[in-house]
């Protein structure tokens, strides 16, 4: 059975939205699928990691079809983190800056990748008419992959799942986004025109399986997951009391609660003081940056990036490992990939966001941590005094259970038995 795999994501790209659909096509054989793998040819990907092409099983098919990119025009008037996620939207745009995101949101739709369709749907029917394929899975954002699917599906009635890594208009910025009305009911119309055509869908979380619901019955949830690139072997704590966050920290995802307790009990405890380390790994917006200026340097250790085996690395090590949800309308459903490799770290979760959310759920479900919701100020202190008593009496540990269901190799034997159902139905 082949399946064709239409992602932007794909190595050297380094980040989070590479992670999903690497490891499915590293298991796939596994469960008797043959992944072929279309990609963009010299893409503008923010973030690189090389060593990420190791994990490309050998022999794959990988097809890739050059994309033209106006975020290569448009980033020139932009400063370098803006450059890095649609997330990162200035919050207090120039004169320039605005225009520059009314053009990106209005004539950009679905998103600045909307030029590839056209020759991808180009390359895609003539290879589709002289190969066979069982079933093709567009994966996004970004969501114009999801119009690639839609336009092979009306040209050759094929079989099409598509994967939503993050929702389309229930995405953290898409309510920043200077978007008109006419705009925004293209937006919803896309979407609903792709949930209503395809075969199946897929989705991270219950959330976003509910909101889908009214559109095609047959969606399934495939969370993201973990795997094996650290060794068994023991690492060592830090000596510090360190509490570390992986990824991109824009404004929505600044846990201002966090550093506002944190400078209280500093200046009640100066033991506290001298122990804590922030650890902060991934590119973060100016708003984040003031906020850790108010500590003292030593207090804070930031770094812009680390390859994916160095960041599970730190996450190993780390006293405690910090889950910050974007404090935003759809912040239920917002279930990023860090937390699962977080699972497997081991360590303590302090997460910041809505204590009914999807994410809460599964570190409840776990039992691998705590979540205090945005404006918790005395519970938030209060968990952090416990951690930090445990820490000090070298008992800082976390008994999580249940979380080999979120394994890699897991995952993609439920996503094999989904592949094959929808290959067998009539």
């Given at each position: 059975?082949?399946?064709?795999?239409?992602?932007?994501?794909?190595?050297?790209?380094?980040?989070?939205?590479?992670?999903?659909?690497?490891?499915?096509?590293?298991?796939?054989?596994?469960?008797?699928?043959?992944?072929?793998?279309?990609?963009?040819?010299?893409?503008?990907?923010?973030?690189?990691?090389?060593?990420?092409?190791?994990?490309?099983?050998?022999?794959?098919?990988?097809?890739?079809?050059?994309?033209?990119?106006?975020?290569?025009?448009?980033?020139?008037?932009?400063?370098?983190?803006?450059?890095?996620?649609?997330?990162?939207?200035?919050?207090?745009?120039?004169?320039?800056?605005?225009?520059?995101?009314?053009?990106?949101?209005?004539?950009?739709?679905?998103?600045?990748?909307?030029?590839?369709?056209?020759?991808?749907?180009?390359?895609?029917?003539?290879?589709?008419?002289?190969?066979?394929?069982?079933?093709?899975?567009?994966?996004?954002?970004?969501?114009?992959?999801?119009?690639?699917?839609?336009?092979?599906?009306?040209?050759?009635n094929l079989k099409w799942i598509t994967d939503f890594r993050d929702p389309w208009t229930?995405?953290?910025?898409?309510?920043?986004?200077?978007?008109?009305?006419?705009?925004?009911k293209k937006h919803i119309k896309l979407e609903q025109k792709v949930l209503q055509n395809?075969?199946?869908?897929?989705?991270?979380?219950?959330?976003?399986?509910?909101?889908?619901?009214?559109?095609?019955?047959?969606?399934?949830?495939?969370?993201?997951?973990?795997?094996?690139?650290?060794?068994?072997?023991?690492?060592?704590?830090?000596?510090?009391?360190?509490?570390?966050?992986?990824?991109?920290?824009?404004?929505?995802?600044?846990?201002?609660?966090?550093?506002?307790?944190?400078?209280?009990?500093?200046?009640?405890?100066?033991?506290?003081?001298?122990?804590?380390?922030?650890?902060?790994?991934?590119?973060?917006?100016?708003?984040?940056?003031?906020?850790?200026?108010?500590?003292?340097?030593?207090?804070?250790?930031?770094?812009?990036?680390?390859?994916?085996?160095?960041?599970?690395?730190?996450?190993?090590?780390?006293?405690?490992?910090?889950?910050?949800?974007?404090?935003?309308?759809?912040?239920?459903?917002?279930?990023?990939?860090?937390?699962?490799?977080?699972?497997?770290?081991?360590?303590?979760?302090?997460?910041?966001?809505?204590?009914?959310?999807?994410?809460?759920?599964?570190?409840?479900?776990?039992?691998?941590?705590?979540?205090?919701?945005?404006?918790?100020?005395?519970?938030?202190?209060?968990?952090?005094?416990?951690?930090?008593?445990?820490?000090?009496?070298?008992?800082?540990?976390?008994?999580?259970?249940?979380?080999?269901?979120?394994?890699?190799?897991?995952?993609?034997?439920?996503?094999?038995?989904?592949?094959?159902?929808?290959?067998?139905?009539?």
């Amino acid at each position: 059975m082949k399946v064709l795999i239409i992602t932007y994501y794909w190595p050297p790209s380094g980040g989070s939205g590479v992670q999903r659909w690497l490891k499915f096509v590293k298991y796939l054989r596994d469960f008797n699928v043959e992944p072929v793998v279309f990609t963009a040819d010299h893409p503008n990907y923010p973030i690189l990691d090389d060593s990420l092409e190791n994990e490309i099983p050998k022999n794959i098919e990988v097809l890739k079809v050059p994309i033209w990119e106006p975020n290569n025009f448009l980033s020139l008037f932009k400063n370098n983190k803006t450059k890095q996620s649609a997330g990162f939207l200035n919050p207090n745009p120039s004169f320039l800056g605005k225009i520059l995101q009314y053009v990106r949101a209005n004539y950009f739709i679905p998103d600045a990748r909307k030029f590839w369709i056209k020759p991808a749907v180009k390359y895609l029917e003539a290879y589709l008419l002289e190969h066979k394929i069982d079933v093709i899975i567009t994966t996004g954002p970004p969501h114009s992959l999801h119009l690639i699917g839609l336009k092979l599906k009306e040209k050759l009635n094929l079989k099409w799942i598509t994967d939503f890594r993050d929702p389309w208009t229930d995405i953290d910025y898409f309510h920043q986004l200077p978007l008109t009305e006419k705009s925004k009911k293209k937006h919803i119309k896309l979407e609903q025109k792709v949930l209503q055509n395809t075969n199946a869908v897929l989705v991270v979380g219950e959330t976003m399986k509910r909101n889908y619901q009214k559109f095609n019955q047959n969606i399934h949830i495939i969370s993201n997951g973990f795997d094996n690139e650290v060794s068994e072997t023991e690492i060592k704590l830090d000596s510090k009391f360190s509490i570390t966050h992986i990824g991109l920290m824009n404004d929505d995802r600044n846990p201002i609660i966090l550093w506002k307790i944190l400078l209280e009990i500093c200046a009640e405890n100066q033991q506290f003081k001298e122990d804590l380390i922030i650890r902060i790994i991934g590119t973060t917006s100016n708003s984040v940056d003031e906020n850790l200026m108010q500590f003292n340097e030593k207090n804070v250790d930031k770094i812009a990036y680390l390859n994916h085996v160095e960041v599970k690395k730190q996450q190993q090590k780390s006293q405690v490992l910090l889950l910050a949800i974007n404090n935003v309308p759809s912040a239920n459903g917002i279930l990023t990939g860090k937390i699962f490799e977080y699972l497997q770290a081991k360590r303590p979760i302090l997460s910041i966001g809505p204590k009914n959310g999807d994410a809460a759920k599964i570190i409840e479900n776990t039992n691998s941590g705590v979540t205090i919701d945005f404006n918790e100020e005395i519970q938030l202190k209060s968990v952090i005094l416990e951690l930090y008593s445990m820490y000090k009496m070298e008992n800082l540990n976390v008994d999580s259970s249940n979380i080999n269901q979120y394994h890699r190799k897991e995952l993609t034997r439920k996503l094999a038995k989904i592949i094959k159902s929808v290959v067998e139905e009539s």
